[in-house]
């Protein structure tokens, strides 16, 4: 049931060349047809120049914690650390994966376990900064790109197609933002995911609609400091 945290937000841009994303913070709803949840997600930049983009919630008995870490060099991405923690009731369910670009591989601890290499060419996201890089598409006016992540219970490496389609329109706190909206299709699992970005909010993405046959998620955007 946890797969589905595994959604995230990015930020607000300067320009696509100016690939440094300012820090932010926001209120956000992650909602199921199980239950629903309010948390804080953030961007923050510590003295060493590590970018950490986070997720912190509770819901009824339990909470959840997802982090991502990862620089930024000469307009590049680089993955460094992904984690997630879950606690409801007595269950625990934690996930890690460590980018050593050294040994130019990926290893995954917690639940799964495995070590992958990495393609010579092109970067592999981790759930959380992958939706900052697809807001550096939008805004480069991409109309359809790919980016590789590891299938996080066997490691094995996945191209995941991304296009763009008709605007939309998302309310936040009684104000109506004007989207683009980005959708992604992984045929391999009948999964299909849309991104609303806002315009008026330099593509600061707002929405995430994730519909897949473990059932339907929502993540929506409630306030931004």
């Not at 707002?206 to 993540?219: C, F, H, W």
Request: charged residues 30%; proline residues 2%.
């Amino acid at each position: 049931m946890f797969r589905n945290f595994f959604l995230t937000l990015s930020v607000i841009a300067l320009t696509a060349e100016a690939q440094e994303i300012p820090d932010y913070k926001g209120d956000y709803t992650f909602t199921n047809s199980k239950f629903s949840m309010d948390g804080v997600r953030e961007l923050i930049t510590d003295d060493n120049g590590v970018r950490i983009l986070k997720f912190n919630a509770k819901f009824a008995m339990g909470k959840i914690n997802i982090q991502s870490n990862f620089m930024e060099k000469n307009g590049k991405l680089i993955p460094e650390k992904y984690s997630v923690g879950v606690r409801w009731t007595v269950f625990k369910d934690n996930r890690t994966l460590s980018f050593d670009s050294k040994k130019n591989e990926v290893t995954a601890s917690g639940k799964f376990e495995w070590t992958q290499k990495l393609p010579e060419n092109g970067t592999v996201f981790d759930p959380l900064n992958v939706q900052i890089e697809i807001r550096k598409n939008v805004i480069n006016n991409v109309q359809e790109f790919s980016m590789l992540m590891p299938d996080l219970k066997t490691g094995v490496i996945e191209q995941n197609n991304y296009r763009l389609i008709e605007d939309e329109t998302f309310e936040v706190a009684g104000k109506i933002y004007l989207c683009k909206v980005v959708e992604r299709v992984r045929t391999q699992d009948d999964r299909t995911t849309r991104y609303f970005l806002a315009k008026e909010l330099n593509h600061l993405i707002i929405k995430v609609e994730d519909q897949d046959t473990d059932g339907d998620t929502m993540l929506e955007m409630t306030k931004l400091y």
